[in-house]
């Protein structure tokens, strides 16, 4: 599973970095319509499941990157389905999306944490992805700008950890290459 984990380090990269664009992209630009923040939150979910599904394919444990990829990949599909969506619903999408995604990274930090060092990263982008996601399923009329302040913040500190994990497995990857060349 290490071994997986560390050939897809690039995934949780690719993760992290359209989730920090997400987040600067929503800061700033914070007068943006809910037509535009649709379209961003639908294509991050749409690359978040293809990278989750693609981690899948080398994953010994395949069913959790499963359910979440399928997750996000359902978010995207709706939002770009149903443009007209009211905020309000748009919001709802997005807390569940959130709490799943997080609940699905918080038990894969589990499964590896034998295996990587590092893993809390993971799971406290996990319980970040909860948090923020029981935090918008409570205040679901706060406003269009705080929402989209919030989405913004819950991005960079997602995106930023998940940069953190993929560095990490890379540094594993490298380390496991030296070995097996040092080994020939």
Do not use: H
């Amino acid at each position: 599973m290490l071994a997986a984990l560390a050939e897809n380090w690039w995934a949780f990269l690719m993760r992290g970095i359209f989730a920090i664009l997400f987040g600067i992209g929503a800061l700033a630009f914070p007068g943006i319509t809910l037509l535009v923040l649709l379209v961003l939150f639908g294509f991050y979910c749409l690359v978040d499941g293809f990278a989750s599904l693609a981690m899948a394919f080398e994953a010994e444990k395949k069913g959790w990157y499963i359910i979440g990829g399928l997750v996000s990949l359902a978010a995207g599909v709706i939002t770009f389905a149903r443009p007209g969506v009211t905020a309000l619903a748009l919001l709802f999408i997005i807390g569940f999306w959130a709490i799943v995604r997080g609940i699905t990274d918080v038990v894969v930090a589990f499964e590896i944490r034998k295996l990587v060092e590092g893993e809390w990263m993971l799971a406290l982008g996990g319980v970040v992805s909860v948090l923020f996601g029981l935090l918008v399923l409570a205040r679901p009329a706060g406003g269009a700008l705080a929402l989209i302040w919030l989405i913004a913040f819950f991005a960079l500190i997602l995106g930023f950890l998940l940069v953190g994990v993929g560095f990490k497995l890379r540094r594993l990857k490298k380390a496991g290459e030296a070995v097996a060349q040092a080994a020939s």
